[in-house]
């Protein structure tokens, strides 16, 4: 296994988005200096080009601290915002004022509506239609030849999962992937026009956002119209399941519907996509460790899996909101402090995993958090996550063994998503 040397660590605020386009070794360096200060309380005021920043926050980098956060809701609430660093406008959470951003109770009553769906008995039931679709891209990958495995593989596979199950017609898939591109790359210059170290004009901010918006309103707008549908006509599927659900005498709103739906096909391929091009790229950088899965794929790709989401942790950080002062090692945070829980610097801490740099898919203990850590918000999708993920690695490397990354891949860039837009890869044929 290669143990890789970093470089110095950045003097950049871990909230400008310079810093976020530094190569993935001088990031990993400045969060394991963070890690390491005796001090843990780190504070970064929040340059943001579209709405008013308000104060800034507080990063959470030690695997502890995160964990600890995540199992007190009741002092680290995900109210008003879990996913952005700035408070959302009015006019903004009609759109994403989705589940992961409640507390309990009201989060517990809705989760409930839809964790059924995600159960491990539940998705058994899925595997085969998940066989089935997995078999089909390689394929098409067969058929089409080498190119870029994202918009190939790695993008296809969860968003026709989660499209399935929420019952949207397969001639919305694309823009379905279209507009979750513009939400979740809100801070790439290839959706929005942001640029990183350029200030921005208010016209250039505003158009931007209004592409974020457009993409938000347009999804909403699919949930309504499906919802309607099925309210007079069920089918079994996740959409109905929601507008047909009676949440202790009430029913989700339309604005309710649309913004978990907006979640679910966002959140419900961003990290599956997002782990199999890593997996690929980490395979190909690693071959002793493809050589290792392949040795006894059902033996170790459960662990492989779980390596692949912890060294690439798709979702970086999450945000909580202090809901009262409260100390935690040694610094007292203030009622309305805001927190980051860093899950890529978590998932390196030097105190829970050996050698947290090597990619190690044979790790006796792997507690990492790439799912989000313990609590009520540990990722409602994990299960099927993993499900896909490994269904789809058994079928690549099954029928392309020799398949591997052909070059670098092009970065998403972003501080909350750890994606690639683009990665090319090649292989010789089944």
Known sequence: MTIRSGPAPSELPLSALEFWALPVEEREATFAALRAREHPAFFSEIPVPFVRPGKGFYALVRHADVSEASRHPDVFSSEPSATSIPDFPAYMERF????????DPRHAKIRRIVSRAFTPKMLAKTEDDIRRRAARIVDELVETGP???VSKVAVRLPV???CDMLGIPEHYHA???????????????EYTGVTPGAEMSRVAAGRALLKIMWAARDLHRLA?????????????????ALVTANVDGEHLTTRELGSFFLLLVVAGNETTRTALSHALKLFTDFPDQ?????????????????EIVRYSTPVIFMRRNLTRDHEMNGHTYKAGDKVLLF???ANRDETVFDHPDVFDI??????HVGFGGPGPHFCLGANLARREITVMLRELFTRLPDIRADGEPDRLLSGFINGYKRLPCTFTGP
């Open 96 to 103: 994403f004022g989705s589940l992961i951003n409640l507390d």
């Open 147 to 149: 190119g870029d495995f």
């Open 160 to 162: 026709e999962v989660i």
């Open 175 to 189: 823009r379905v992937v279209r507009r979750t591109n513009v939400i979740l790359g809100n801070s790439d210059p």
């Open 224 to 240: 309504a119209r499906l919802g309607r549908e099925r309210m007079k006509n069920p089918t079994g599927d996740l959409t109905s």
């Open 290 to 306: 493809r050589a290792v899965l392949l040795e006894d794929f059902e033996g170790r790709i459960g662990g492989a899996v779980e």
């Open 343 to 345: 899950y890529n610097s």
């Open 362 to 367: 044979t790790r006796d203990s792997n507690p």
